[in-house]
């Protein structure tokens, strides 16, 4: 074999390698988090936090990057995404507000529907009126954890 017939596809693997979506195409150890992924961190919060029968209608990734916590010692990586997702069902409807906009204990009257930040997203039960379609613009961060990458749903991936 002589130096261009090698040299060739290995600067075509350094490049797809390179160009790949927060490195989706990894053949060394375990590959970063991909699109699909956070996507189905999403899907599992959605269905933990307000309906198991919500369906994810259009997931767009608006960007993402790479996390080095120096001196921590800590990898991660974010993705940023809009989701529309639809209800069905709706979720809490033993939430929905009486006539006087008033909400049931352990209910919260806020429309703003999130799963990122869990310290500081609504903790209470939300309503959502059954068939409404519900756009989040939302975030999920990896976390790199021994061989894999730990989600906000707290799976590997």
Excluded at 51 to 70: G, H, L, Q, S, Y
Excluded at 128 to 143: A, C, L, V
Aim: proline share 6%; net charge negative; aromatic share 12%.
């Amino acid at each position: 074999m002589n130096a261009k017939s090698f040299l060739a596809p290995a600067v075509l693997a350094a490049v797809l390698i390179g160009a790949s979506p927060a490195g989706a195409f990894w053949p060394f150890g375990s590959p970063e988090p991909t699109e699909a992924d956070a996507r189905k961190v999403f899907e599992n919060l959605i269905h933990q936090k307000f309906d198991p029968d919500a369906k994810i209608v259009d997931f767009k990734v608006d960007r993402f990057w790479r996390i080095d916590v120096e001196g921590a010692g800590r990898e991660g990586i974010e993705y940023y995404y809009t989701v529309k997702v639809e209800f069905p069902k709706g979720a809490h409807l033993e939430c929905k507000p009486d006539a006087a906009g008033k909400v049931a204990e352990g209910c919260s009257p806020s429309t703003y529907y999130s799963t990122t930040i869990q310290n500081q997203m609504v903790k209470e039960k939300q309503y959502i009126e059954p068939g409404k379609t519900i756009e989040f613009k939302d975030e999920t961060r990896f976390d790199k954890e021994g061989g894999g990458w730990k989600g906000q749903d707290g799976k590997i991936y």
